[in-house]
């Protein structure tokens, strides 16, 4: 799908230290309704932090929900992450099978929009 509704989607990124931080945190994204699907990854990092270079494992989330509503998911993840300066970056969804984008848009409608079935 292209257009004005892709144009609506996005994908969050956010890495966590513990898988159980993470399950939590992409729980309550979807609970509260601002994502339709969180996928958590496990992955090794490498980064510097404070001068020293770092290879850590984490666990990425990448987090489906609506344009709009990235200020909403920033500060959600702002206020339950553990890390210092945690990773939220917003990705844009170019395009994209009308079906799922159609579901995910209805998945993080604000004001608690039912999905319709994907």
């Known amino acids: 799908m292209t257009g004005a509704s892709a144009d609506q989607a996005c994908v969050v990124t956010t890495a966590l230290g513990t898988e159980d931080e993470a ?56 206020g339950r992450h553990s890390y210092e300066l945690p990773e939220v970056l917003q990705l844009p969804v170019a395009g994209g099978a009308p079906d799922y984008l159609r579901w995910l848009l209805d998945a993080t409608a604000t004001g608690g929009a039912k999905p319709r079935q994907a």
């Open 23 to 78: 399950d939590s945190l992409a729980a309550a994204l979807v609970e509260a309704g601002l994502a339709a699907c969180v996928q958590v990854v496990h992955v090794r990092s490498f980064y510097r932090w404070e001068g020293e270079l770092r290879r850590e494992p984490e666990w990425l989330l990448l987090i489906k929900t609506r344009s709009a509503r990235f200020s909403e998911v920033e500060a959600f993840i702002r």
